[in-house]
Nanobody
Framework: QVQLVESGGGLVQPGGSLRLSCAAS????????MGWYRQAPGKQRESVAT???????NYAESVKGRFTISRDNAKNTVYLQMNSLKPEDTAVYYC??????????????WGQGTQVTVSS
């Protein structure tokens, strides 16, 4: 079982910044990809940013140039630095990790979500 614990959400004014963190724990042999997704009220969950173990990144068009994803492989942790936040960034942000257990079984796990609210 993999546990993903997110932190760093909150209320911020438009133009402000937040940094989300997500730490993975459990019998993890390797995590291939980690990412952040978000779901706004009444909308489907969407990919925000993903990063591979080697550091290759992918961003949603709506956040390019404002958000930066990074990871610390030694700590099994992924971060999302969010700058120039807009009201439309308001959503519950979920962490995702895919990898392999020591047993050789693959996993794909989600965090519990953290609320980000951008409002004046």
């Amino acid at each position: 079982q993999v546990q993903l614990v997110e932190s760093g959400g909150g209320l911020v004014q438009p133009g402000g910044s937040l940094r989300l963190s997500c730490a993975a724990s459990g019998s993890i042999f390797s995590i291939y990809a980690m990412g952040w997704y978000r779901q706004a009220p009444g909308k489907q969950r969407e990919s925000v940013a993903t990063i591979t173990r080697g550091g290759s990144t992918n961003y949603a068009e709506s956040v390019k140039g404002r958000f930066t994803i990074s990871r610390d492989n030694a700590k099994n942790t992924v971060y999302l630095q969010m700058n120039s936040l807009k009201p439309e960034d308001t959503a519950v942000y979920y962490c995702n990790a895919g990898g392999t257990y020591y047993s050789g079984t693959d996993f794909n796990s989600w965090g519990q979500g953290t609320q980000v609210t951008v409002s004046s």
